[in-house]
């Protein structure tokens, strides 16, 4: 079936150090979202890429979604720990209704 | 507060009891989602429903599950003669349709725990 796989599945950087996360999925996506979930929360939207080569930048974050919709990832320039948590992209299963969320990142930032 | 609301936040039960779950959704949003989450693990999708129609459901659902969304409003998912492996964090999500480009809003969840 439809996988949705994400490299590393853990980091730790040091506070002002940069973090991308990776995510490759089985299939071509139409879309792909970006989820962060907090400890001991629940999962928040981030973001939502459609176009291929599409990058969208929040603040400090960089989404990019591949060329060949596959794949895409999180870049954060200087974290914070304000950034701790697990960050998960989501696509699209195709033919049904429900979005298939990746193994996620968990990112630890150390002040 | 207009966030998806679920309740309880957490229930312990013994095994073979069954325990039933409700998520209230955003009010403009018709479509409704069922995740169970474990340790670890990113959300895997239970169940979904348009306005009151269940229109998918997992494999992974026994028949010891099922949901309901009578009137398109509130939804509930009940488990029958609860199993150890039933324990998780049972998230709701409810979302404009797709292309709306909002994603997903989760509730806080109901983390379940069988004993």
């Known amino acids: 079936g439809q996988q949705v796989m994400q490299i590393p599945q853990y980091q730790h950087v040091q506070e002002g150090e940069d973090f991308t996360t990776y995510c490759n999925s089985s299939t071509t996506l139409s879309n792909i979202q970006w989820y962060k979930q907090r400890p001991g929360g629940h999962p928040v939207f981030l973001i939502q890429l459609v176009k291929s080569g599409e990058v969208k930048k929040q603040k400090r974050l960089t989404f990019q979604f591949g060329e060949a919709k596959k794949n895409s990832s999180l870049h954060i320039t200087a974290t914070q720990t304000t950034d701790v948590g697990t960050y998960f992209c989501a696509g699209p299963a195709s033919g049904t209704y429900k979005y298939i969320f990746g193994t996620g990142t968990r990112l630890k930032v150390l002040a | 507060d207009t966030g998806v609301s679920q309740n309880p936040r957490h229930k312990i039960t013994k095994r073979g009891q069954n325990v039933t779950f409700r998520c209230d959704p955003i009010s403009e949003h018709n479509r409704l989602y069922w995740y169970r989450q474990t340790l670890g693990q990113g959300p895997e999708f239970l169940t979904y429903?348009?306005?009151?129609?269940?229109?998918?459901k997992s494999r992974l659902l026994s028949d010891r599950f099922s949901a309901e969304r009578p009137k398109g409003s509130f939804s509930t998912l009940e488990i029958q003669r609860t199993e150890q492996g039933d324990s998780a964090m049972y998230l709701c999500?409810?979302?404009?349709?797709?292309?709306?480009?909002?994603?997903?809003?989760f509730g806080s969840g109901t983390r379940l725990t069988v004993v």
């Open positions: 429903f348009q306005n009151e129609a269940q229109l998918e």
């Open positions: 999500a409810s979302s404009l349709g797709p292309g709306q480009g909002y994603g997903y809003t």
